[in-house]
């Protein structure tokens, strides 16, 4: 199924995801864990990819705990913030340079005017505005929300500060904590697939007529 135009433009604000629905950024964020980890064996490092591909929206914090313990690596404060700090100066390149989920680039550029965009994303907030202004697309978003702020928290505020209906706002994530986030809020959501890079992930399976999209599509 592709989601065209029509369908998103009866929304006065949509908030986005960004890996996986901005930027095919996923697989580049894997592969940074890949390399973070590569003294671990082969066994560990496939275990942690596949955590990774099947658990969207969950910040890198969270992961870096659970891949810690998986490697024999004390979970202590400052392994963590160490761990973090150099996927960090792995993944932005790679992020940047990844491709853009069809359309959303022209999408965003050609209605930034007529709607509202936010972002909220598990990625820190000072990186994702570097990633952002790289890529040219920092000033299209009335707001960006990145860690430590929650999907739901953000979600919130959206509603606090734009004098919208729940009704009004379209929400489009890759993950759980997205879904969760528009459900609490009882926001539209749209669910984007890359089934190309991983196999869909085994929560979507959960939720009964679920609207998801493979792409956005520039049919008019």
Known sequence: MRITNKYLLGFQAIIWDFDGVIKNSVQAKGEAFDQLFEFAPDNI???????HLQHGGV??????EIYLSWC???QSKLNIEY???RFSNLVIDKVIASSWVPGVYEYLSENHQDQDFYLATATPSSEINKILLDLNILELFKEIYGHPVSKTAAVES???SCGLKSSE????????QDYRAAEESQLEFLCMLNCNDFSTPKWIETIPHLRTTNGISMIR
Request: glycine content about 6%; aromatic content about 14%.
């Open 45 to 51: 490092r496939n275990k942690i990819i596949h955590h």
């Open 59 to 64: 910040s890198r914090f969270e992961k870096l």
């Open 72 to 74: 024999g690596i004390k």
């Open 83 to 85: 761990y973090a700090f």
């Open 158 to 160: 959206v509603l606090r």
């Open 169 to 176: 706002i379209l929400y489009i994530g890759d993950s759980h």
